[in-house]
T-cell receptor
Framework: QQKVQQSPESLTVSEGAMASLNCTFS??????FRWYRQHSGKGLEVLVS????GEKEEGRFTAHLNRASLHVSLHIREPQPSDSAVYLCAAMQQGTGSKLSFGKGAKLTVSP | DMKVTQMPRYLIKRMGENVLLECGQDMSHETMYWYRQDPGLGLQLIYI???????SEGDIPKGYRVSRKKREHFSLILDSAKTNQTSVYFC?????????????FGPGTRLTVL
């Protein structure tokens, strides 16, 4: 089973400053990756899905994938206090149909 | 509006009691999932259902069973709940052939087993 490591575990940024989160995977068996946001006490909201090496932008959220280094990152442009949440990355392994392996999450706090 | 619902949202049970968690979706998605989320462990897949009566174990199925008799409903059953099943449970749904299709999550059920 794919192991997913997220860093940092928590991050505090000022409103308007770029926020960056990272994810590394244990092996190269995944062929697509997702970033989710989870506000306190709520369900998961998908932010970006990325399938190819390079960059994928969805509004203020940009994911970068580098399969060779088993790494995917999320950059949040101009974060707002409402972006304060837990961010989870997930990988879908090839041949597993729809099974996602999740990281433990990273808590982002955006201060006004 | 695409929606996954979960009932109840909060539940307290005593050890040994039976627990039924219900999930519904209005998107006619073939695939549905049950996860649990624990502090420091992230989300773990309990069961996946590919359609009515087509269920498959996830990574941590022990102590759980599921039922899917209608495409829009997926139930998680704990027979004789244990204290270590205290957790937040999430249901999700997606189109079949999930590589390109997003999983949509419900708001979660917080279960406490005393």
């Amino acid at each position: 089973q794919q192991k997913v490591q997220q860093s940092p575990e928590s991050l505090t940024v000022s409103e308007g400053a770029m926020a960056s989160l990272n994810c590394t995977f244990s092996d190269g068996t995944s062929d697509n990756f997702r970033w989710y946001r989870q506000h306190s006490g709520k369900g998961l909201e998908v932010l970006v899905s990325i399938f190819s090496d390079g960059e994928k932008e969805e509004g203020r959220f940009t994911a970068h994938l580098n399969r060779a280094s088993l790494h995917v990152s999320l950059h949040i442009r101009e974060p707002q206090p409402s972006d304060s949440a837990v961010y989870l990355c997930a990988a879908m392994q090839q041949g597993t149909g729809s099974k996602l392996s999740f990281g433990k999450g990273a808590k982002l706090t955006v201060s006004p | 509006d695409m929606k996954v619902t979960q009932m109840p949202r909060y539940l307290i049970k005593r050890m040994g009691e039976n627990v039924l968690l219900e999930c519904g979706q209005d998107m006619s998605h073939e695939t549905m999932y049950w996860y649990r989320q624990d502090p420091g462990l992230g989300l773990q897949l309990i069961y996946i259902s590919y359609d009515v009566d087509s269920n498959s174990e996830g990574d941590i199925p022990k102590g759980y069973r599921v039922s899917r008799k209608k495409r829009e409903h997926f139930s998680l059953i704990l027979d004789s709940a244990k204290t270590n099943q205290t957790s937040v449970y999430f249901c999700a749904s997606s189109r079949l052939g999930g590589r390109s299709y997003e999983q949509y999550f419900g708001p979660g059920t917080r279960l406490t087993v005393l």
